[in-house]
């Protein structure tokens, strides 16, 4: 059965600081994976997704996540946070149904990401 | 364009009455899907639903259940309803729910069970 880990439950980072979350997944089949953020009251926004080609992912608000097969990780990147960047991040995968359709997401527990002034 | 809606945004109930919540997917969108999300638990997939059709099941007990009408909207009913049911229920919309394809999330339903 497919899983993510996301080891660290809270991060807390100065502003201007880099970040980076871990993700671990485990998933029999080639994966898709994506990296979702999810602001207080608020339902999920997707950050950026990976499928293939090119290991290093671009997304918005100027996150980045490579993907690393040999190591199963999909960490997301930025390189200087901004205080509106609080908030829980997670990072989900999921892949090609024997049948067809959506395979529903696996999610991690996430990361509540916390920014100091 | 407009995005996912979901109604009510906030209901209480007590143990043992059912709940019907409900969601509009992105016009066009012809998948939906149901999410349930705790502190405890976290994030898990409930169900998928494509042209009126559950083509995907979480791990979840009978009492949760749902159906898609022919405009692709969406609604998602709990019978019976325990403590343990109060979540978020989000519910996530994609064009055809394709592996890999983005789904787009609601702002999801707040349940809680009195």
């Known amino acids: 059965a497919q899983s993510v880990t996301q080891p660290d439950i809270h991060i807390t980072v100065s502003e201007g600081a880099s970040l980076e979350l871990r993700c671990n997944y485990s998933y029999g089949a080639t994966p898709y994976l994506f990296w979702y953020v999810q602001s207080p009251g608020q339902g999920l926004q997707l950050l950026l997704k990976y499928f293939s080609g090119d290991t290093l992912v671009q997304g918005i608000k100027g996150f980045e996540a490579e993907f690393k097969r040999s190591q199963s990780s999909f960490n997301l990147r930025k390189p200087s946070v901004h205080w509106s960047d609080a908030a829980e991040y997670f990072c989900?995968?999921?892949?090609?149904?024997?049948?067809?359709?959506?395979?529903?997401?696996?999610f991690g527990k996430g990361t509540h990401l916390i920014i100091q002034p | 364009k407009a995005g996912v809606t979901q109604t009510p945004r906030y209901l209480i109930k007590t143990r043992g009455q059912q709940v019907t919540l409900s969601c509009s997917p992105i016009s066009g969108h012809r998948s939906v899907s149901w999410y349930q999300q705790t502190p405890g638990q976290g994030l898990q997939f409930l169900f998928e639903?494509?042209?009126?059709?559950?083509?995907n099941k979480g791990n979840f007990p009978g009492r949760f259940s749902g159906r898609q009408f022919s405009n692709s909207r969406s609604e998602m009913n709990v019978s019976t309803l325990e403590l343990g049911d109060s979540a978020l229920y989000l519910c996530?919309?994609?064009?055809?729910?394709?592996?890999?394809?983005?789904?787009?999330f609601g702002p999801g339903t707040r349940l809680l069970v009195l």
């Open positions: 989900a995968v999921g892949g090609l149904l024997s049948g067809g359709g959506a395979d529903g997401l696996t």
């Open positions: 996530a919309s994609s064009y055809s729910g394709s592996s890999g394809e983005t789904q787009y």
């Open positions: 639903y494509f042209s009126e059709t559950q083509r």
